[in-house]
């Protein structure tokens, strides 16, 4: 069995899908490394060499070989077309916006499973890629926006006075935000976020941030999977409204808040950032999806109102290497899924490889139901 690792070719895309340490964790399979494919991450063609992985020339020999492709981003409906008939393919591919892949994937029978999708139970933790790449971003939002606000983030004692510390102000305490929480502490600065969800008050205090209490509470704040759940317009109208006291005493806000499948809701007005001191900054993380603040522009950094706003895209390939070690160790526990004595079997019971599946064979997956009766084959 071959387990491919292509260059990756989206705009910006910097990571690989394995770094060399980790070729060995893959027992019983051969892995093929297309030339150059770990280089803008730090990882030269000679050190898979070192590890045992061999070297494809260029994407259609990788494609051609592969059993099971591991990506980073999803492959593009070309790639697709280049993919040995019945191969497996497991990547960051969003269903709903890929349908010309899914379709070149169809056409070559292909498994496709998303890392997306994987279900978040204890058993997955060491898969959790958006876990991982969130932590990532978390803690390249706050550098940026120590390296964007005109003040220093700790307090300083000079013998010209004290220099007051930044105040830092994050929404959202998912995995992101409360990366951002503690980098942000543990560069000094003085740290406030919310949450629509109560269960994450004291993961935000236990990380030394002041957790920002709103009288709004949310109908149904979190989904099964701990995602934050969308709600009404009008509850994030009031949200809006009460938020922006917190926004505009802060020097940097950091938005994360985001909605599975859906557009960002917009948490920071126009209003909010022309009350902000000249010179503060916004970093919007949720830039990818429309992003929090209203104001923001999508892989731009703008000035409006004397404030800038940071609409960052794909940060994880902004630390490639690191982000890429981690992500890497989250595909390799995923595959041991997928691998057994070194061929690939499926089993449909397992609600890791069943949840995350998009297509087996060519084919849309059958439902647990189904597979629980017998019906799978």
């Given at each position: 069995?071959?387990?491919?690792?292509?260059?990756?070719?989206?705009?910006?895309?910097r990571?690989?899908?394995?770094?060399?340490?980790?070729?060995?964790?893959?027992?019983?399979?051969?892995?093929?490394?297309?030339?150059?494919?770990?280089?803008?991450?730090?990882?030269?063609?000679?050190?898979?060499?070192q590890?045992?992985?061999?070297?494809?020339?260029?994407?259609?020999?990788?494609?051609?070989?592969?059993?099971?492709?591991?990506?980073?981003?999803?492959?593009?409906?070309?790639?697709?077309a280049?993919?040995?008939?019945?191969a497996?393919?497991?990547?960051?591919?969003?269903?709903?916006?890929?349908?010309?892949?899914?379709?070149?994937?169809?056409?070559?029978?292909?498994?496709?499973?998303?890392?997306?999708?994987?279900?978040?139970?204890?058993?997955?933790q060491?898969?959790?890629?958006?876990?991982?790449?969130a932590?990532?971003?978390?803690?390249?939002?706050?550098?940026?926006?120590?390296?964007?606000?005109?003040?220093?983030?700790?307090?300083?004692?000079?013998?010209?006075?004290?220099?007051?510390?930044a105040?830092?102000?994050?929404?959202?305490?998912?995995?992101?935000?409360?990366?951002?929480?503690?980098?942000?502490?543990?560069?000094?600065?003085?740290?406030?976020?919310y949450?629509?969800?109560?269960?994450?008050?004291?993961?935000?205090?236990?990380?030394?941030?002041?957790?920002?209490?709103?009288?709004?509470?949310?109908?149904?704040?979190?989904?099964?999977?701990?995602?934050?759940?969308?709600?009404?317009?009008?509850?994030?109208?009031?949200?809006?409204?009460?938020?922006?006291?917190?926004?505009?005493a802060?020097?940097?806000?950091?938005?994360?808040?985001?909605?599975?499948?859906?557009?960002?809701?917009?948490?920071?007005t126009a209003?909010?950032?022309?009350?902000m001191?000249?010179?503060?900054?916004?970093?919007d993380?949720?830039?990818?999806?429309?992003?929090?603040?209203?104001?923001t522009?999508?892989?731009?950094?703008?000035?409006?109102?004397?404030?800038?706003?940071?609409?960052?895209?794909?940060?994880?390939?902004?630390?490639?290497?690191?982000?890429?070690?981690?992500?890497?160790?989250?595909?390799?526990?995923?595959?041991?899924?997928?691998?057994?004595?070194?061929?690939?079997?499926?089993?449909?019971?397992?609600?890791?490889?069943?949840?995350?599946?998009?297509?087996?064979?060519?084919?849309?997956p059958?439902?647990?139901?189904?597979?629980a009766?017998?019906?799978?084959?």
């Amino acid at each position: 069995m071959i387990v491919g690792i292509p260059k990756e070719t989206a705009d910006g895309e910097r990571r690989v899908a394995l770094v060399p340490e980790l070729v060995g964790k893959l027992k019983g399979v051969q892995v093929l490394v297309e030339k150059g494919a770990g280089e803008a991450a730090g990882f030269p063609d000679a050190l898979y060499a070192q590890k045992g992985a061999q070297t494809a020339a260029d994407a259609r020999d990788l494609f051609g070989r592969a059993d099971l492709v591991l990506k980073v981003s999803p492959p593009t409906p070309a790639e697709a077309a280049l993919y040995k008939e019945g191969a497996a393919s497991v990547s960051f591919l969003v269903p709903s916006m890929s349908a010309q892949t899914l379709a070149a994937l169809k056409d070559r029978r292909a498994t496709v499973f998303s890392m997306n999708l994987l279900p978040r139970i204890s058993r997955a933790q060491f898969m959790d890629a958006l876990s991982s790449q969130a932590t990532v971003s978390g803690y390249r939002a706050v550098v940026i926006a120590s390296e964007s606000l005109p003040k220093f983030f700790p307090m300083l004692i000079t013998a010209a006075g004290t220099v007051s510390p930044a105040k830092v102000f994050v929404i959202g305490a998912g995995v992101a935000g409360l990366q951002a929480i503690a980098t942000a502490h543990r560069m000094g600065a003085l740290v406030e976020a919310y949450d629509l969800r109560p269960a994450v008050k004291e993961q935000i205090e236990s990380l030394g941030a002041k957790f920002v209490s709103l009288p709004v509470e949310a109908a149904d704040a979190q989904t099964s999977g701990g995602y934050a759940k969308a709600q009404s317009e009008d509850f994030y109208r009031r949200q809006r409204e009460l938020m922006a006291k917190a926004v505009t005493a802060a020097d940097a806000v950091i938005t994360t808040a985001l909605v599975p499948g859906k557009p960002a809701p917009k948490l920071v007005t126009a209003e909010a950032v022309r009350g902000m001191r000249p010179g503060s900054v916004i970093v919007d993380l949720a830039a990818e999806q429309g992003g929090n603040c209203e104001l923001t522009e999508p892989g731009k950094s703008v000035v409006k109102h004397g404030v800038t706003i940071h609409g960052p895209l794909n940060l994880p390939s902004a630390l490639p290497a690191q982000a890429s070690q981690l992500y890497a160790r989250n595909l390799t526990a995923f595959a041991g899924l997928l691998i057994k004595d070194g061929a690939f079997k499926l089993n449909l019971d397992d609600e890791l490889v069943r949840g995350s599946m998009v297509l087996n064979a060519g084919q849309a997956p059958q439902p647990a139901e189904a597979v629980a009766a017998g019906g799978a084959k």
